[in-house]
Nanobody
Framework: EVQLEESGGGSVQSGGSLRLSCVTS????????RGWFRQAPGKEREGVAS???????RYADSVTGRFTISQDNAKTTLYLQMNSLKPEETAKYYC??????WGQGTQVTVSS
């Protein structure tokens, strides 16, 4: 059974940066653990960034130009570099394998 563990969250001021990591173990669904999502209190979970099957990155409009998704060569660790963070991006961030397996999330808090 695949397991995912996110890390790298924390508290930053508006405009700050964080780098999230997601380590997968116990199988990787064929390398399909390549999506980042977030959920703010009282809101639905939303997609933030993903790596398409052809390796190209895909971003939500709201983060394009500020976030960068990447994956190590072994495809066991997924990263999300987040720059110029905004207070409205305060949320718990999750990585996922094809929307089937999920980690516990890592909290990101951005203060104004």
């Amino acid at each position: 059974e695949v397991q995912l563990e996110e890390s790298g969250g924390g508290s930053v001021q508006s405009g700050g940066s964080l780098r999230l990591s997601c380590v997968t173990s116990g199988g990787t669904y064929g390398g399909d653990c390549r999506g980042w999502f977030r959920q703010a209190p009282g809101k639905e979970r939303e997609g933030v960034a993903s790596i398409e099957p052809d390796g190209s990155p895909r971003y939500a409009d709201s983060v394009t130009g500020r976030f960068t998704i990447s994956q190590d060569n072994a495809k066991t660790t997924l990263y999300l570099q987040m720059n110029s963070l905004k207070p409205e991006e305060t949320a718990k961030y999750y990585c996922s394998c094809s929307g089937i397996a999920w980690g516990q999330g890592t909290q990101v808090t951005v203060s104004s």
